[in-house]
């Protein structure tokens, strides 16, 4: 399943740059893929993180170890699973 970490960001770049080794790191450690940071097509968010992982609760590991910023003012998490049509 792929992860989308939509989210805000009230800092520098340096400081999300700073945030995504962590994640690296975090992704490293755990079963989670870091597919990597994208803008947005949608005016509300300033970012979109992308992750592919087997599970929630894998995701849920990883996310544990890097703490939400302040710099992060909102941020929604979206899972989308693969539908099979036929």
């Not at 399943?1 to 340096?14: E, P, V």
């Not at 590991?61 to 910023?69: E, G, L, S, Y």
């Not at 710099?71 to 929604?76: S, V």
């Given at each position: 399943?792929?992860?989308?970490?939509?989210?805000?960001?009230?800092?520098?770049?340096?400081e999300?740059?700073?945030?995504?080794?962590?994640i690296?790191?975090?992704c490293d450690?755990?079963?989670?893929?870091?597919?990597?940071?994208?803008?947005?097509?949608?005016?509300?968010?300033?970012?979109?993180?992308?992750?592919?992982t087997?599970?929630?609760?894998?995701?849920q590991?990883?996310?544990?170890?890097?703490?939400?910023?302040k710099?992060?003012?909102?941020?929604?998490t979206?899972?989308?699973?693969?539908?099979?049509?036929?």
């Open positions: 399943m792929r992860i989308l970490l939509y989210f805000d960001w009230s800092a520098t770049r340096k999300l740059k700073e945030w995504e080794d962590k690296k790191v975090a450690e755990t079963k989670v893929t870091y597919m990597g940071l994208h803008g947005s097509m949608n005016e509300k968010w300033n970012y979109v993180g992308m992750f592919e087997d599970s929630f609760d894998e995701f590991v990883m996310a544990r170890k890097v703490p939400r910023p710099y992060m003012t909102h941020h929604i979206e899972i989308l699973m693969q539908i099979n049509l036929g």
